[in-house]
């Protein structure tokens, strides 16, 4: 069974503050997704990343797959309390039907 | 406006007593998937399907049936459910923008079995 863990699992920071969560696992996917879940919501998907070293960007959020495509990261500069939410990172097989998820990274904003 | 939706969103239900959960989506996906989220654990795939009359089980089937007679809906089924069914459900459906699978997710089923 493949599992991706992730740090940390808590998070709270001030409003303008840099922070980098990490997801890792001994598998390699296919791909790897970013997901931000909001309460009595369900998860968003923020970002895809398939080759191996990838970078993307979205805005304040840097999303960098490894170049083993083991593990990612994201990394968000100048937080803001928009930015609360929990983060999940999926691993996807490459028919896009099988995610497994991580159990998130509860990350909180203080203005 | 591109949605998945799910019915009922809060459901309390007893021990034994069958219960489905249905979810639909309106962007002509493929692959529509069911989870359930649990403290601690995560999103946990429960079936998956890639298209109309193939589905499959995911990592934690036990319990639970599924159906895909039409491309838009994908029911989850629970003929007798036990109080460790009681989560947070979610379905999702994904188009393939070659190898970026955009996964979309309903806004979840909250399900307690007493």
């Known amino acids: 069974t493949q599992l991706l863990e992730q740090s940390p699992q808590f998070l709270s920071i001030q409003e303008g503050e840099n922070l980098t969560v990490y997801c890792n696992s001994s598998s390699v996917f296919s791909s790897l997704q970013w997901y931000r879940q909001e309460p009595g919501e369900g998860p968003v998907l923020l970002v895809t990343v398939v080759t191996g070293g990838e970078v993307k960007k979205l805005k304040r959020l840097t999303f960098q797959f490894g170049d083993a495509r083991k593990d990612s990261s994201l990394h968000i500069t100048a937080a803001q309390p928009g930015d609360t939410g929990l983060y999940l990172c999926a691993g996807g097989d490459n028919y896009g039907q099988n995610f497994v998820f991580g159990p998130g990274t509860r990350l909180s904003v203080l203005p | 406006e591109a949605q998945v939706t799910q019915n009922p969103r809060y459901l309390i239900t007893v021990t034994g007593k069958k219960l489905t959960v249905t979810c639909s989506q309106n962007m002509n996906h493929e692959y529509m998937s069911w989870y359930r989220q649990d403290p601690g654990l995560g999103l946990r795939q429960i079936y998956y399907?890639?298209?109309?009359?193939?589905?499959d089980k995911g990592d934690v089937p036990e319990g639970y049936k599924v159906s895909r007679k039409e491309k838009r809906n994908f029911p989850l089924i629970l003929e007798s459910p036990s109080p460790n069914q009681t989560s947070l459900y979610f379905c999702?459906?994904?188009?393939?923008?070659?190898?970026?699978?955009?996964?979309?997710f309903g806004p979840g089923t909250r399900l307690t079995v007493t």
């Open positions: 399907s890639m298209n109309v009359e193939v589905t």
């Open positions: 999702a459906s994904s188009s393939s923008r070659g190898r970026e699978y955009e996964q979309y």
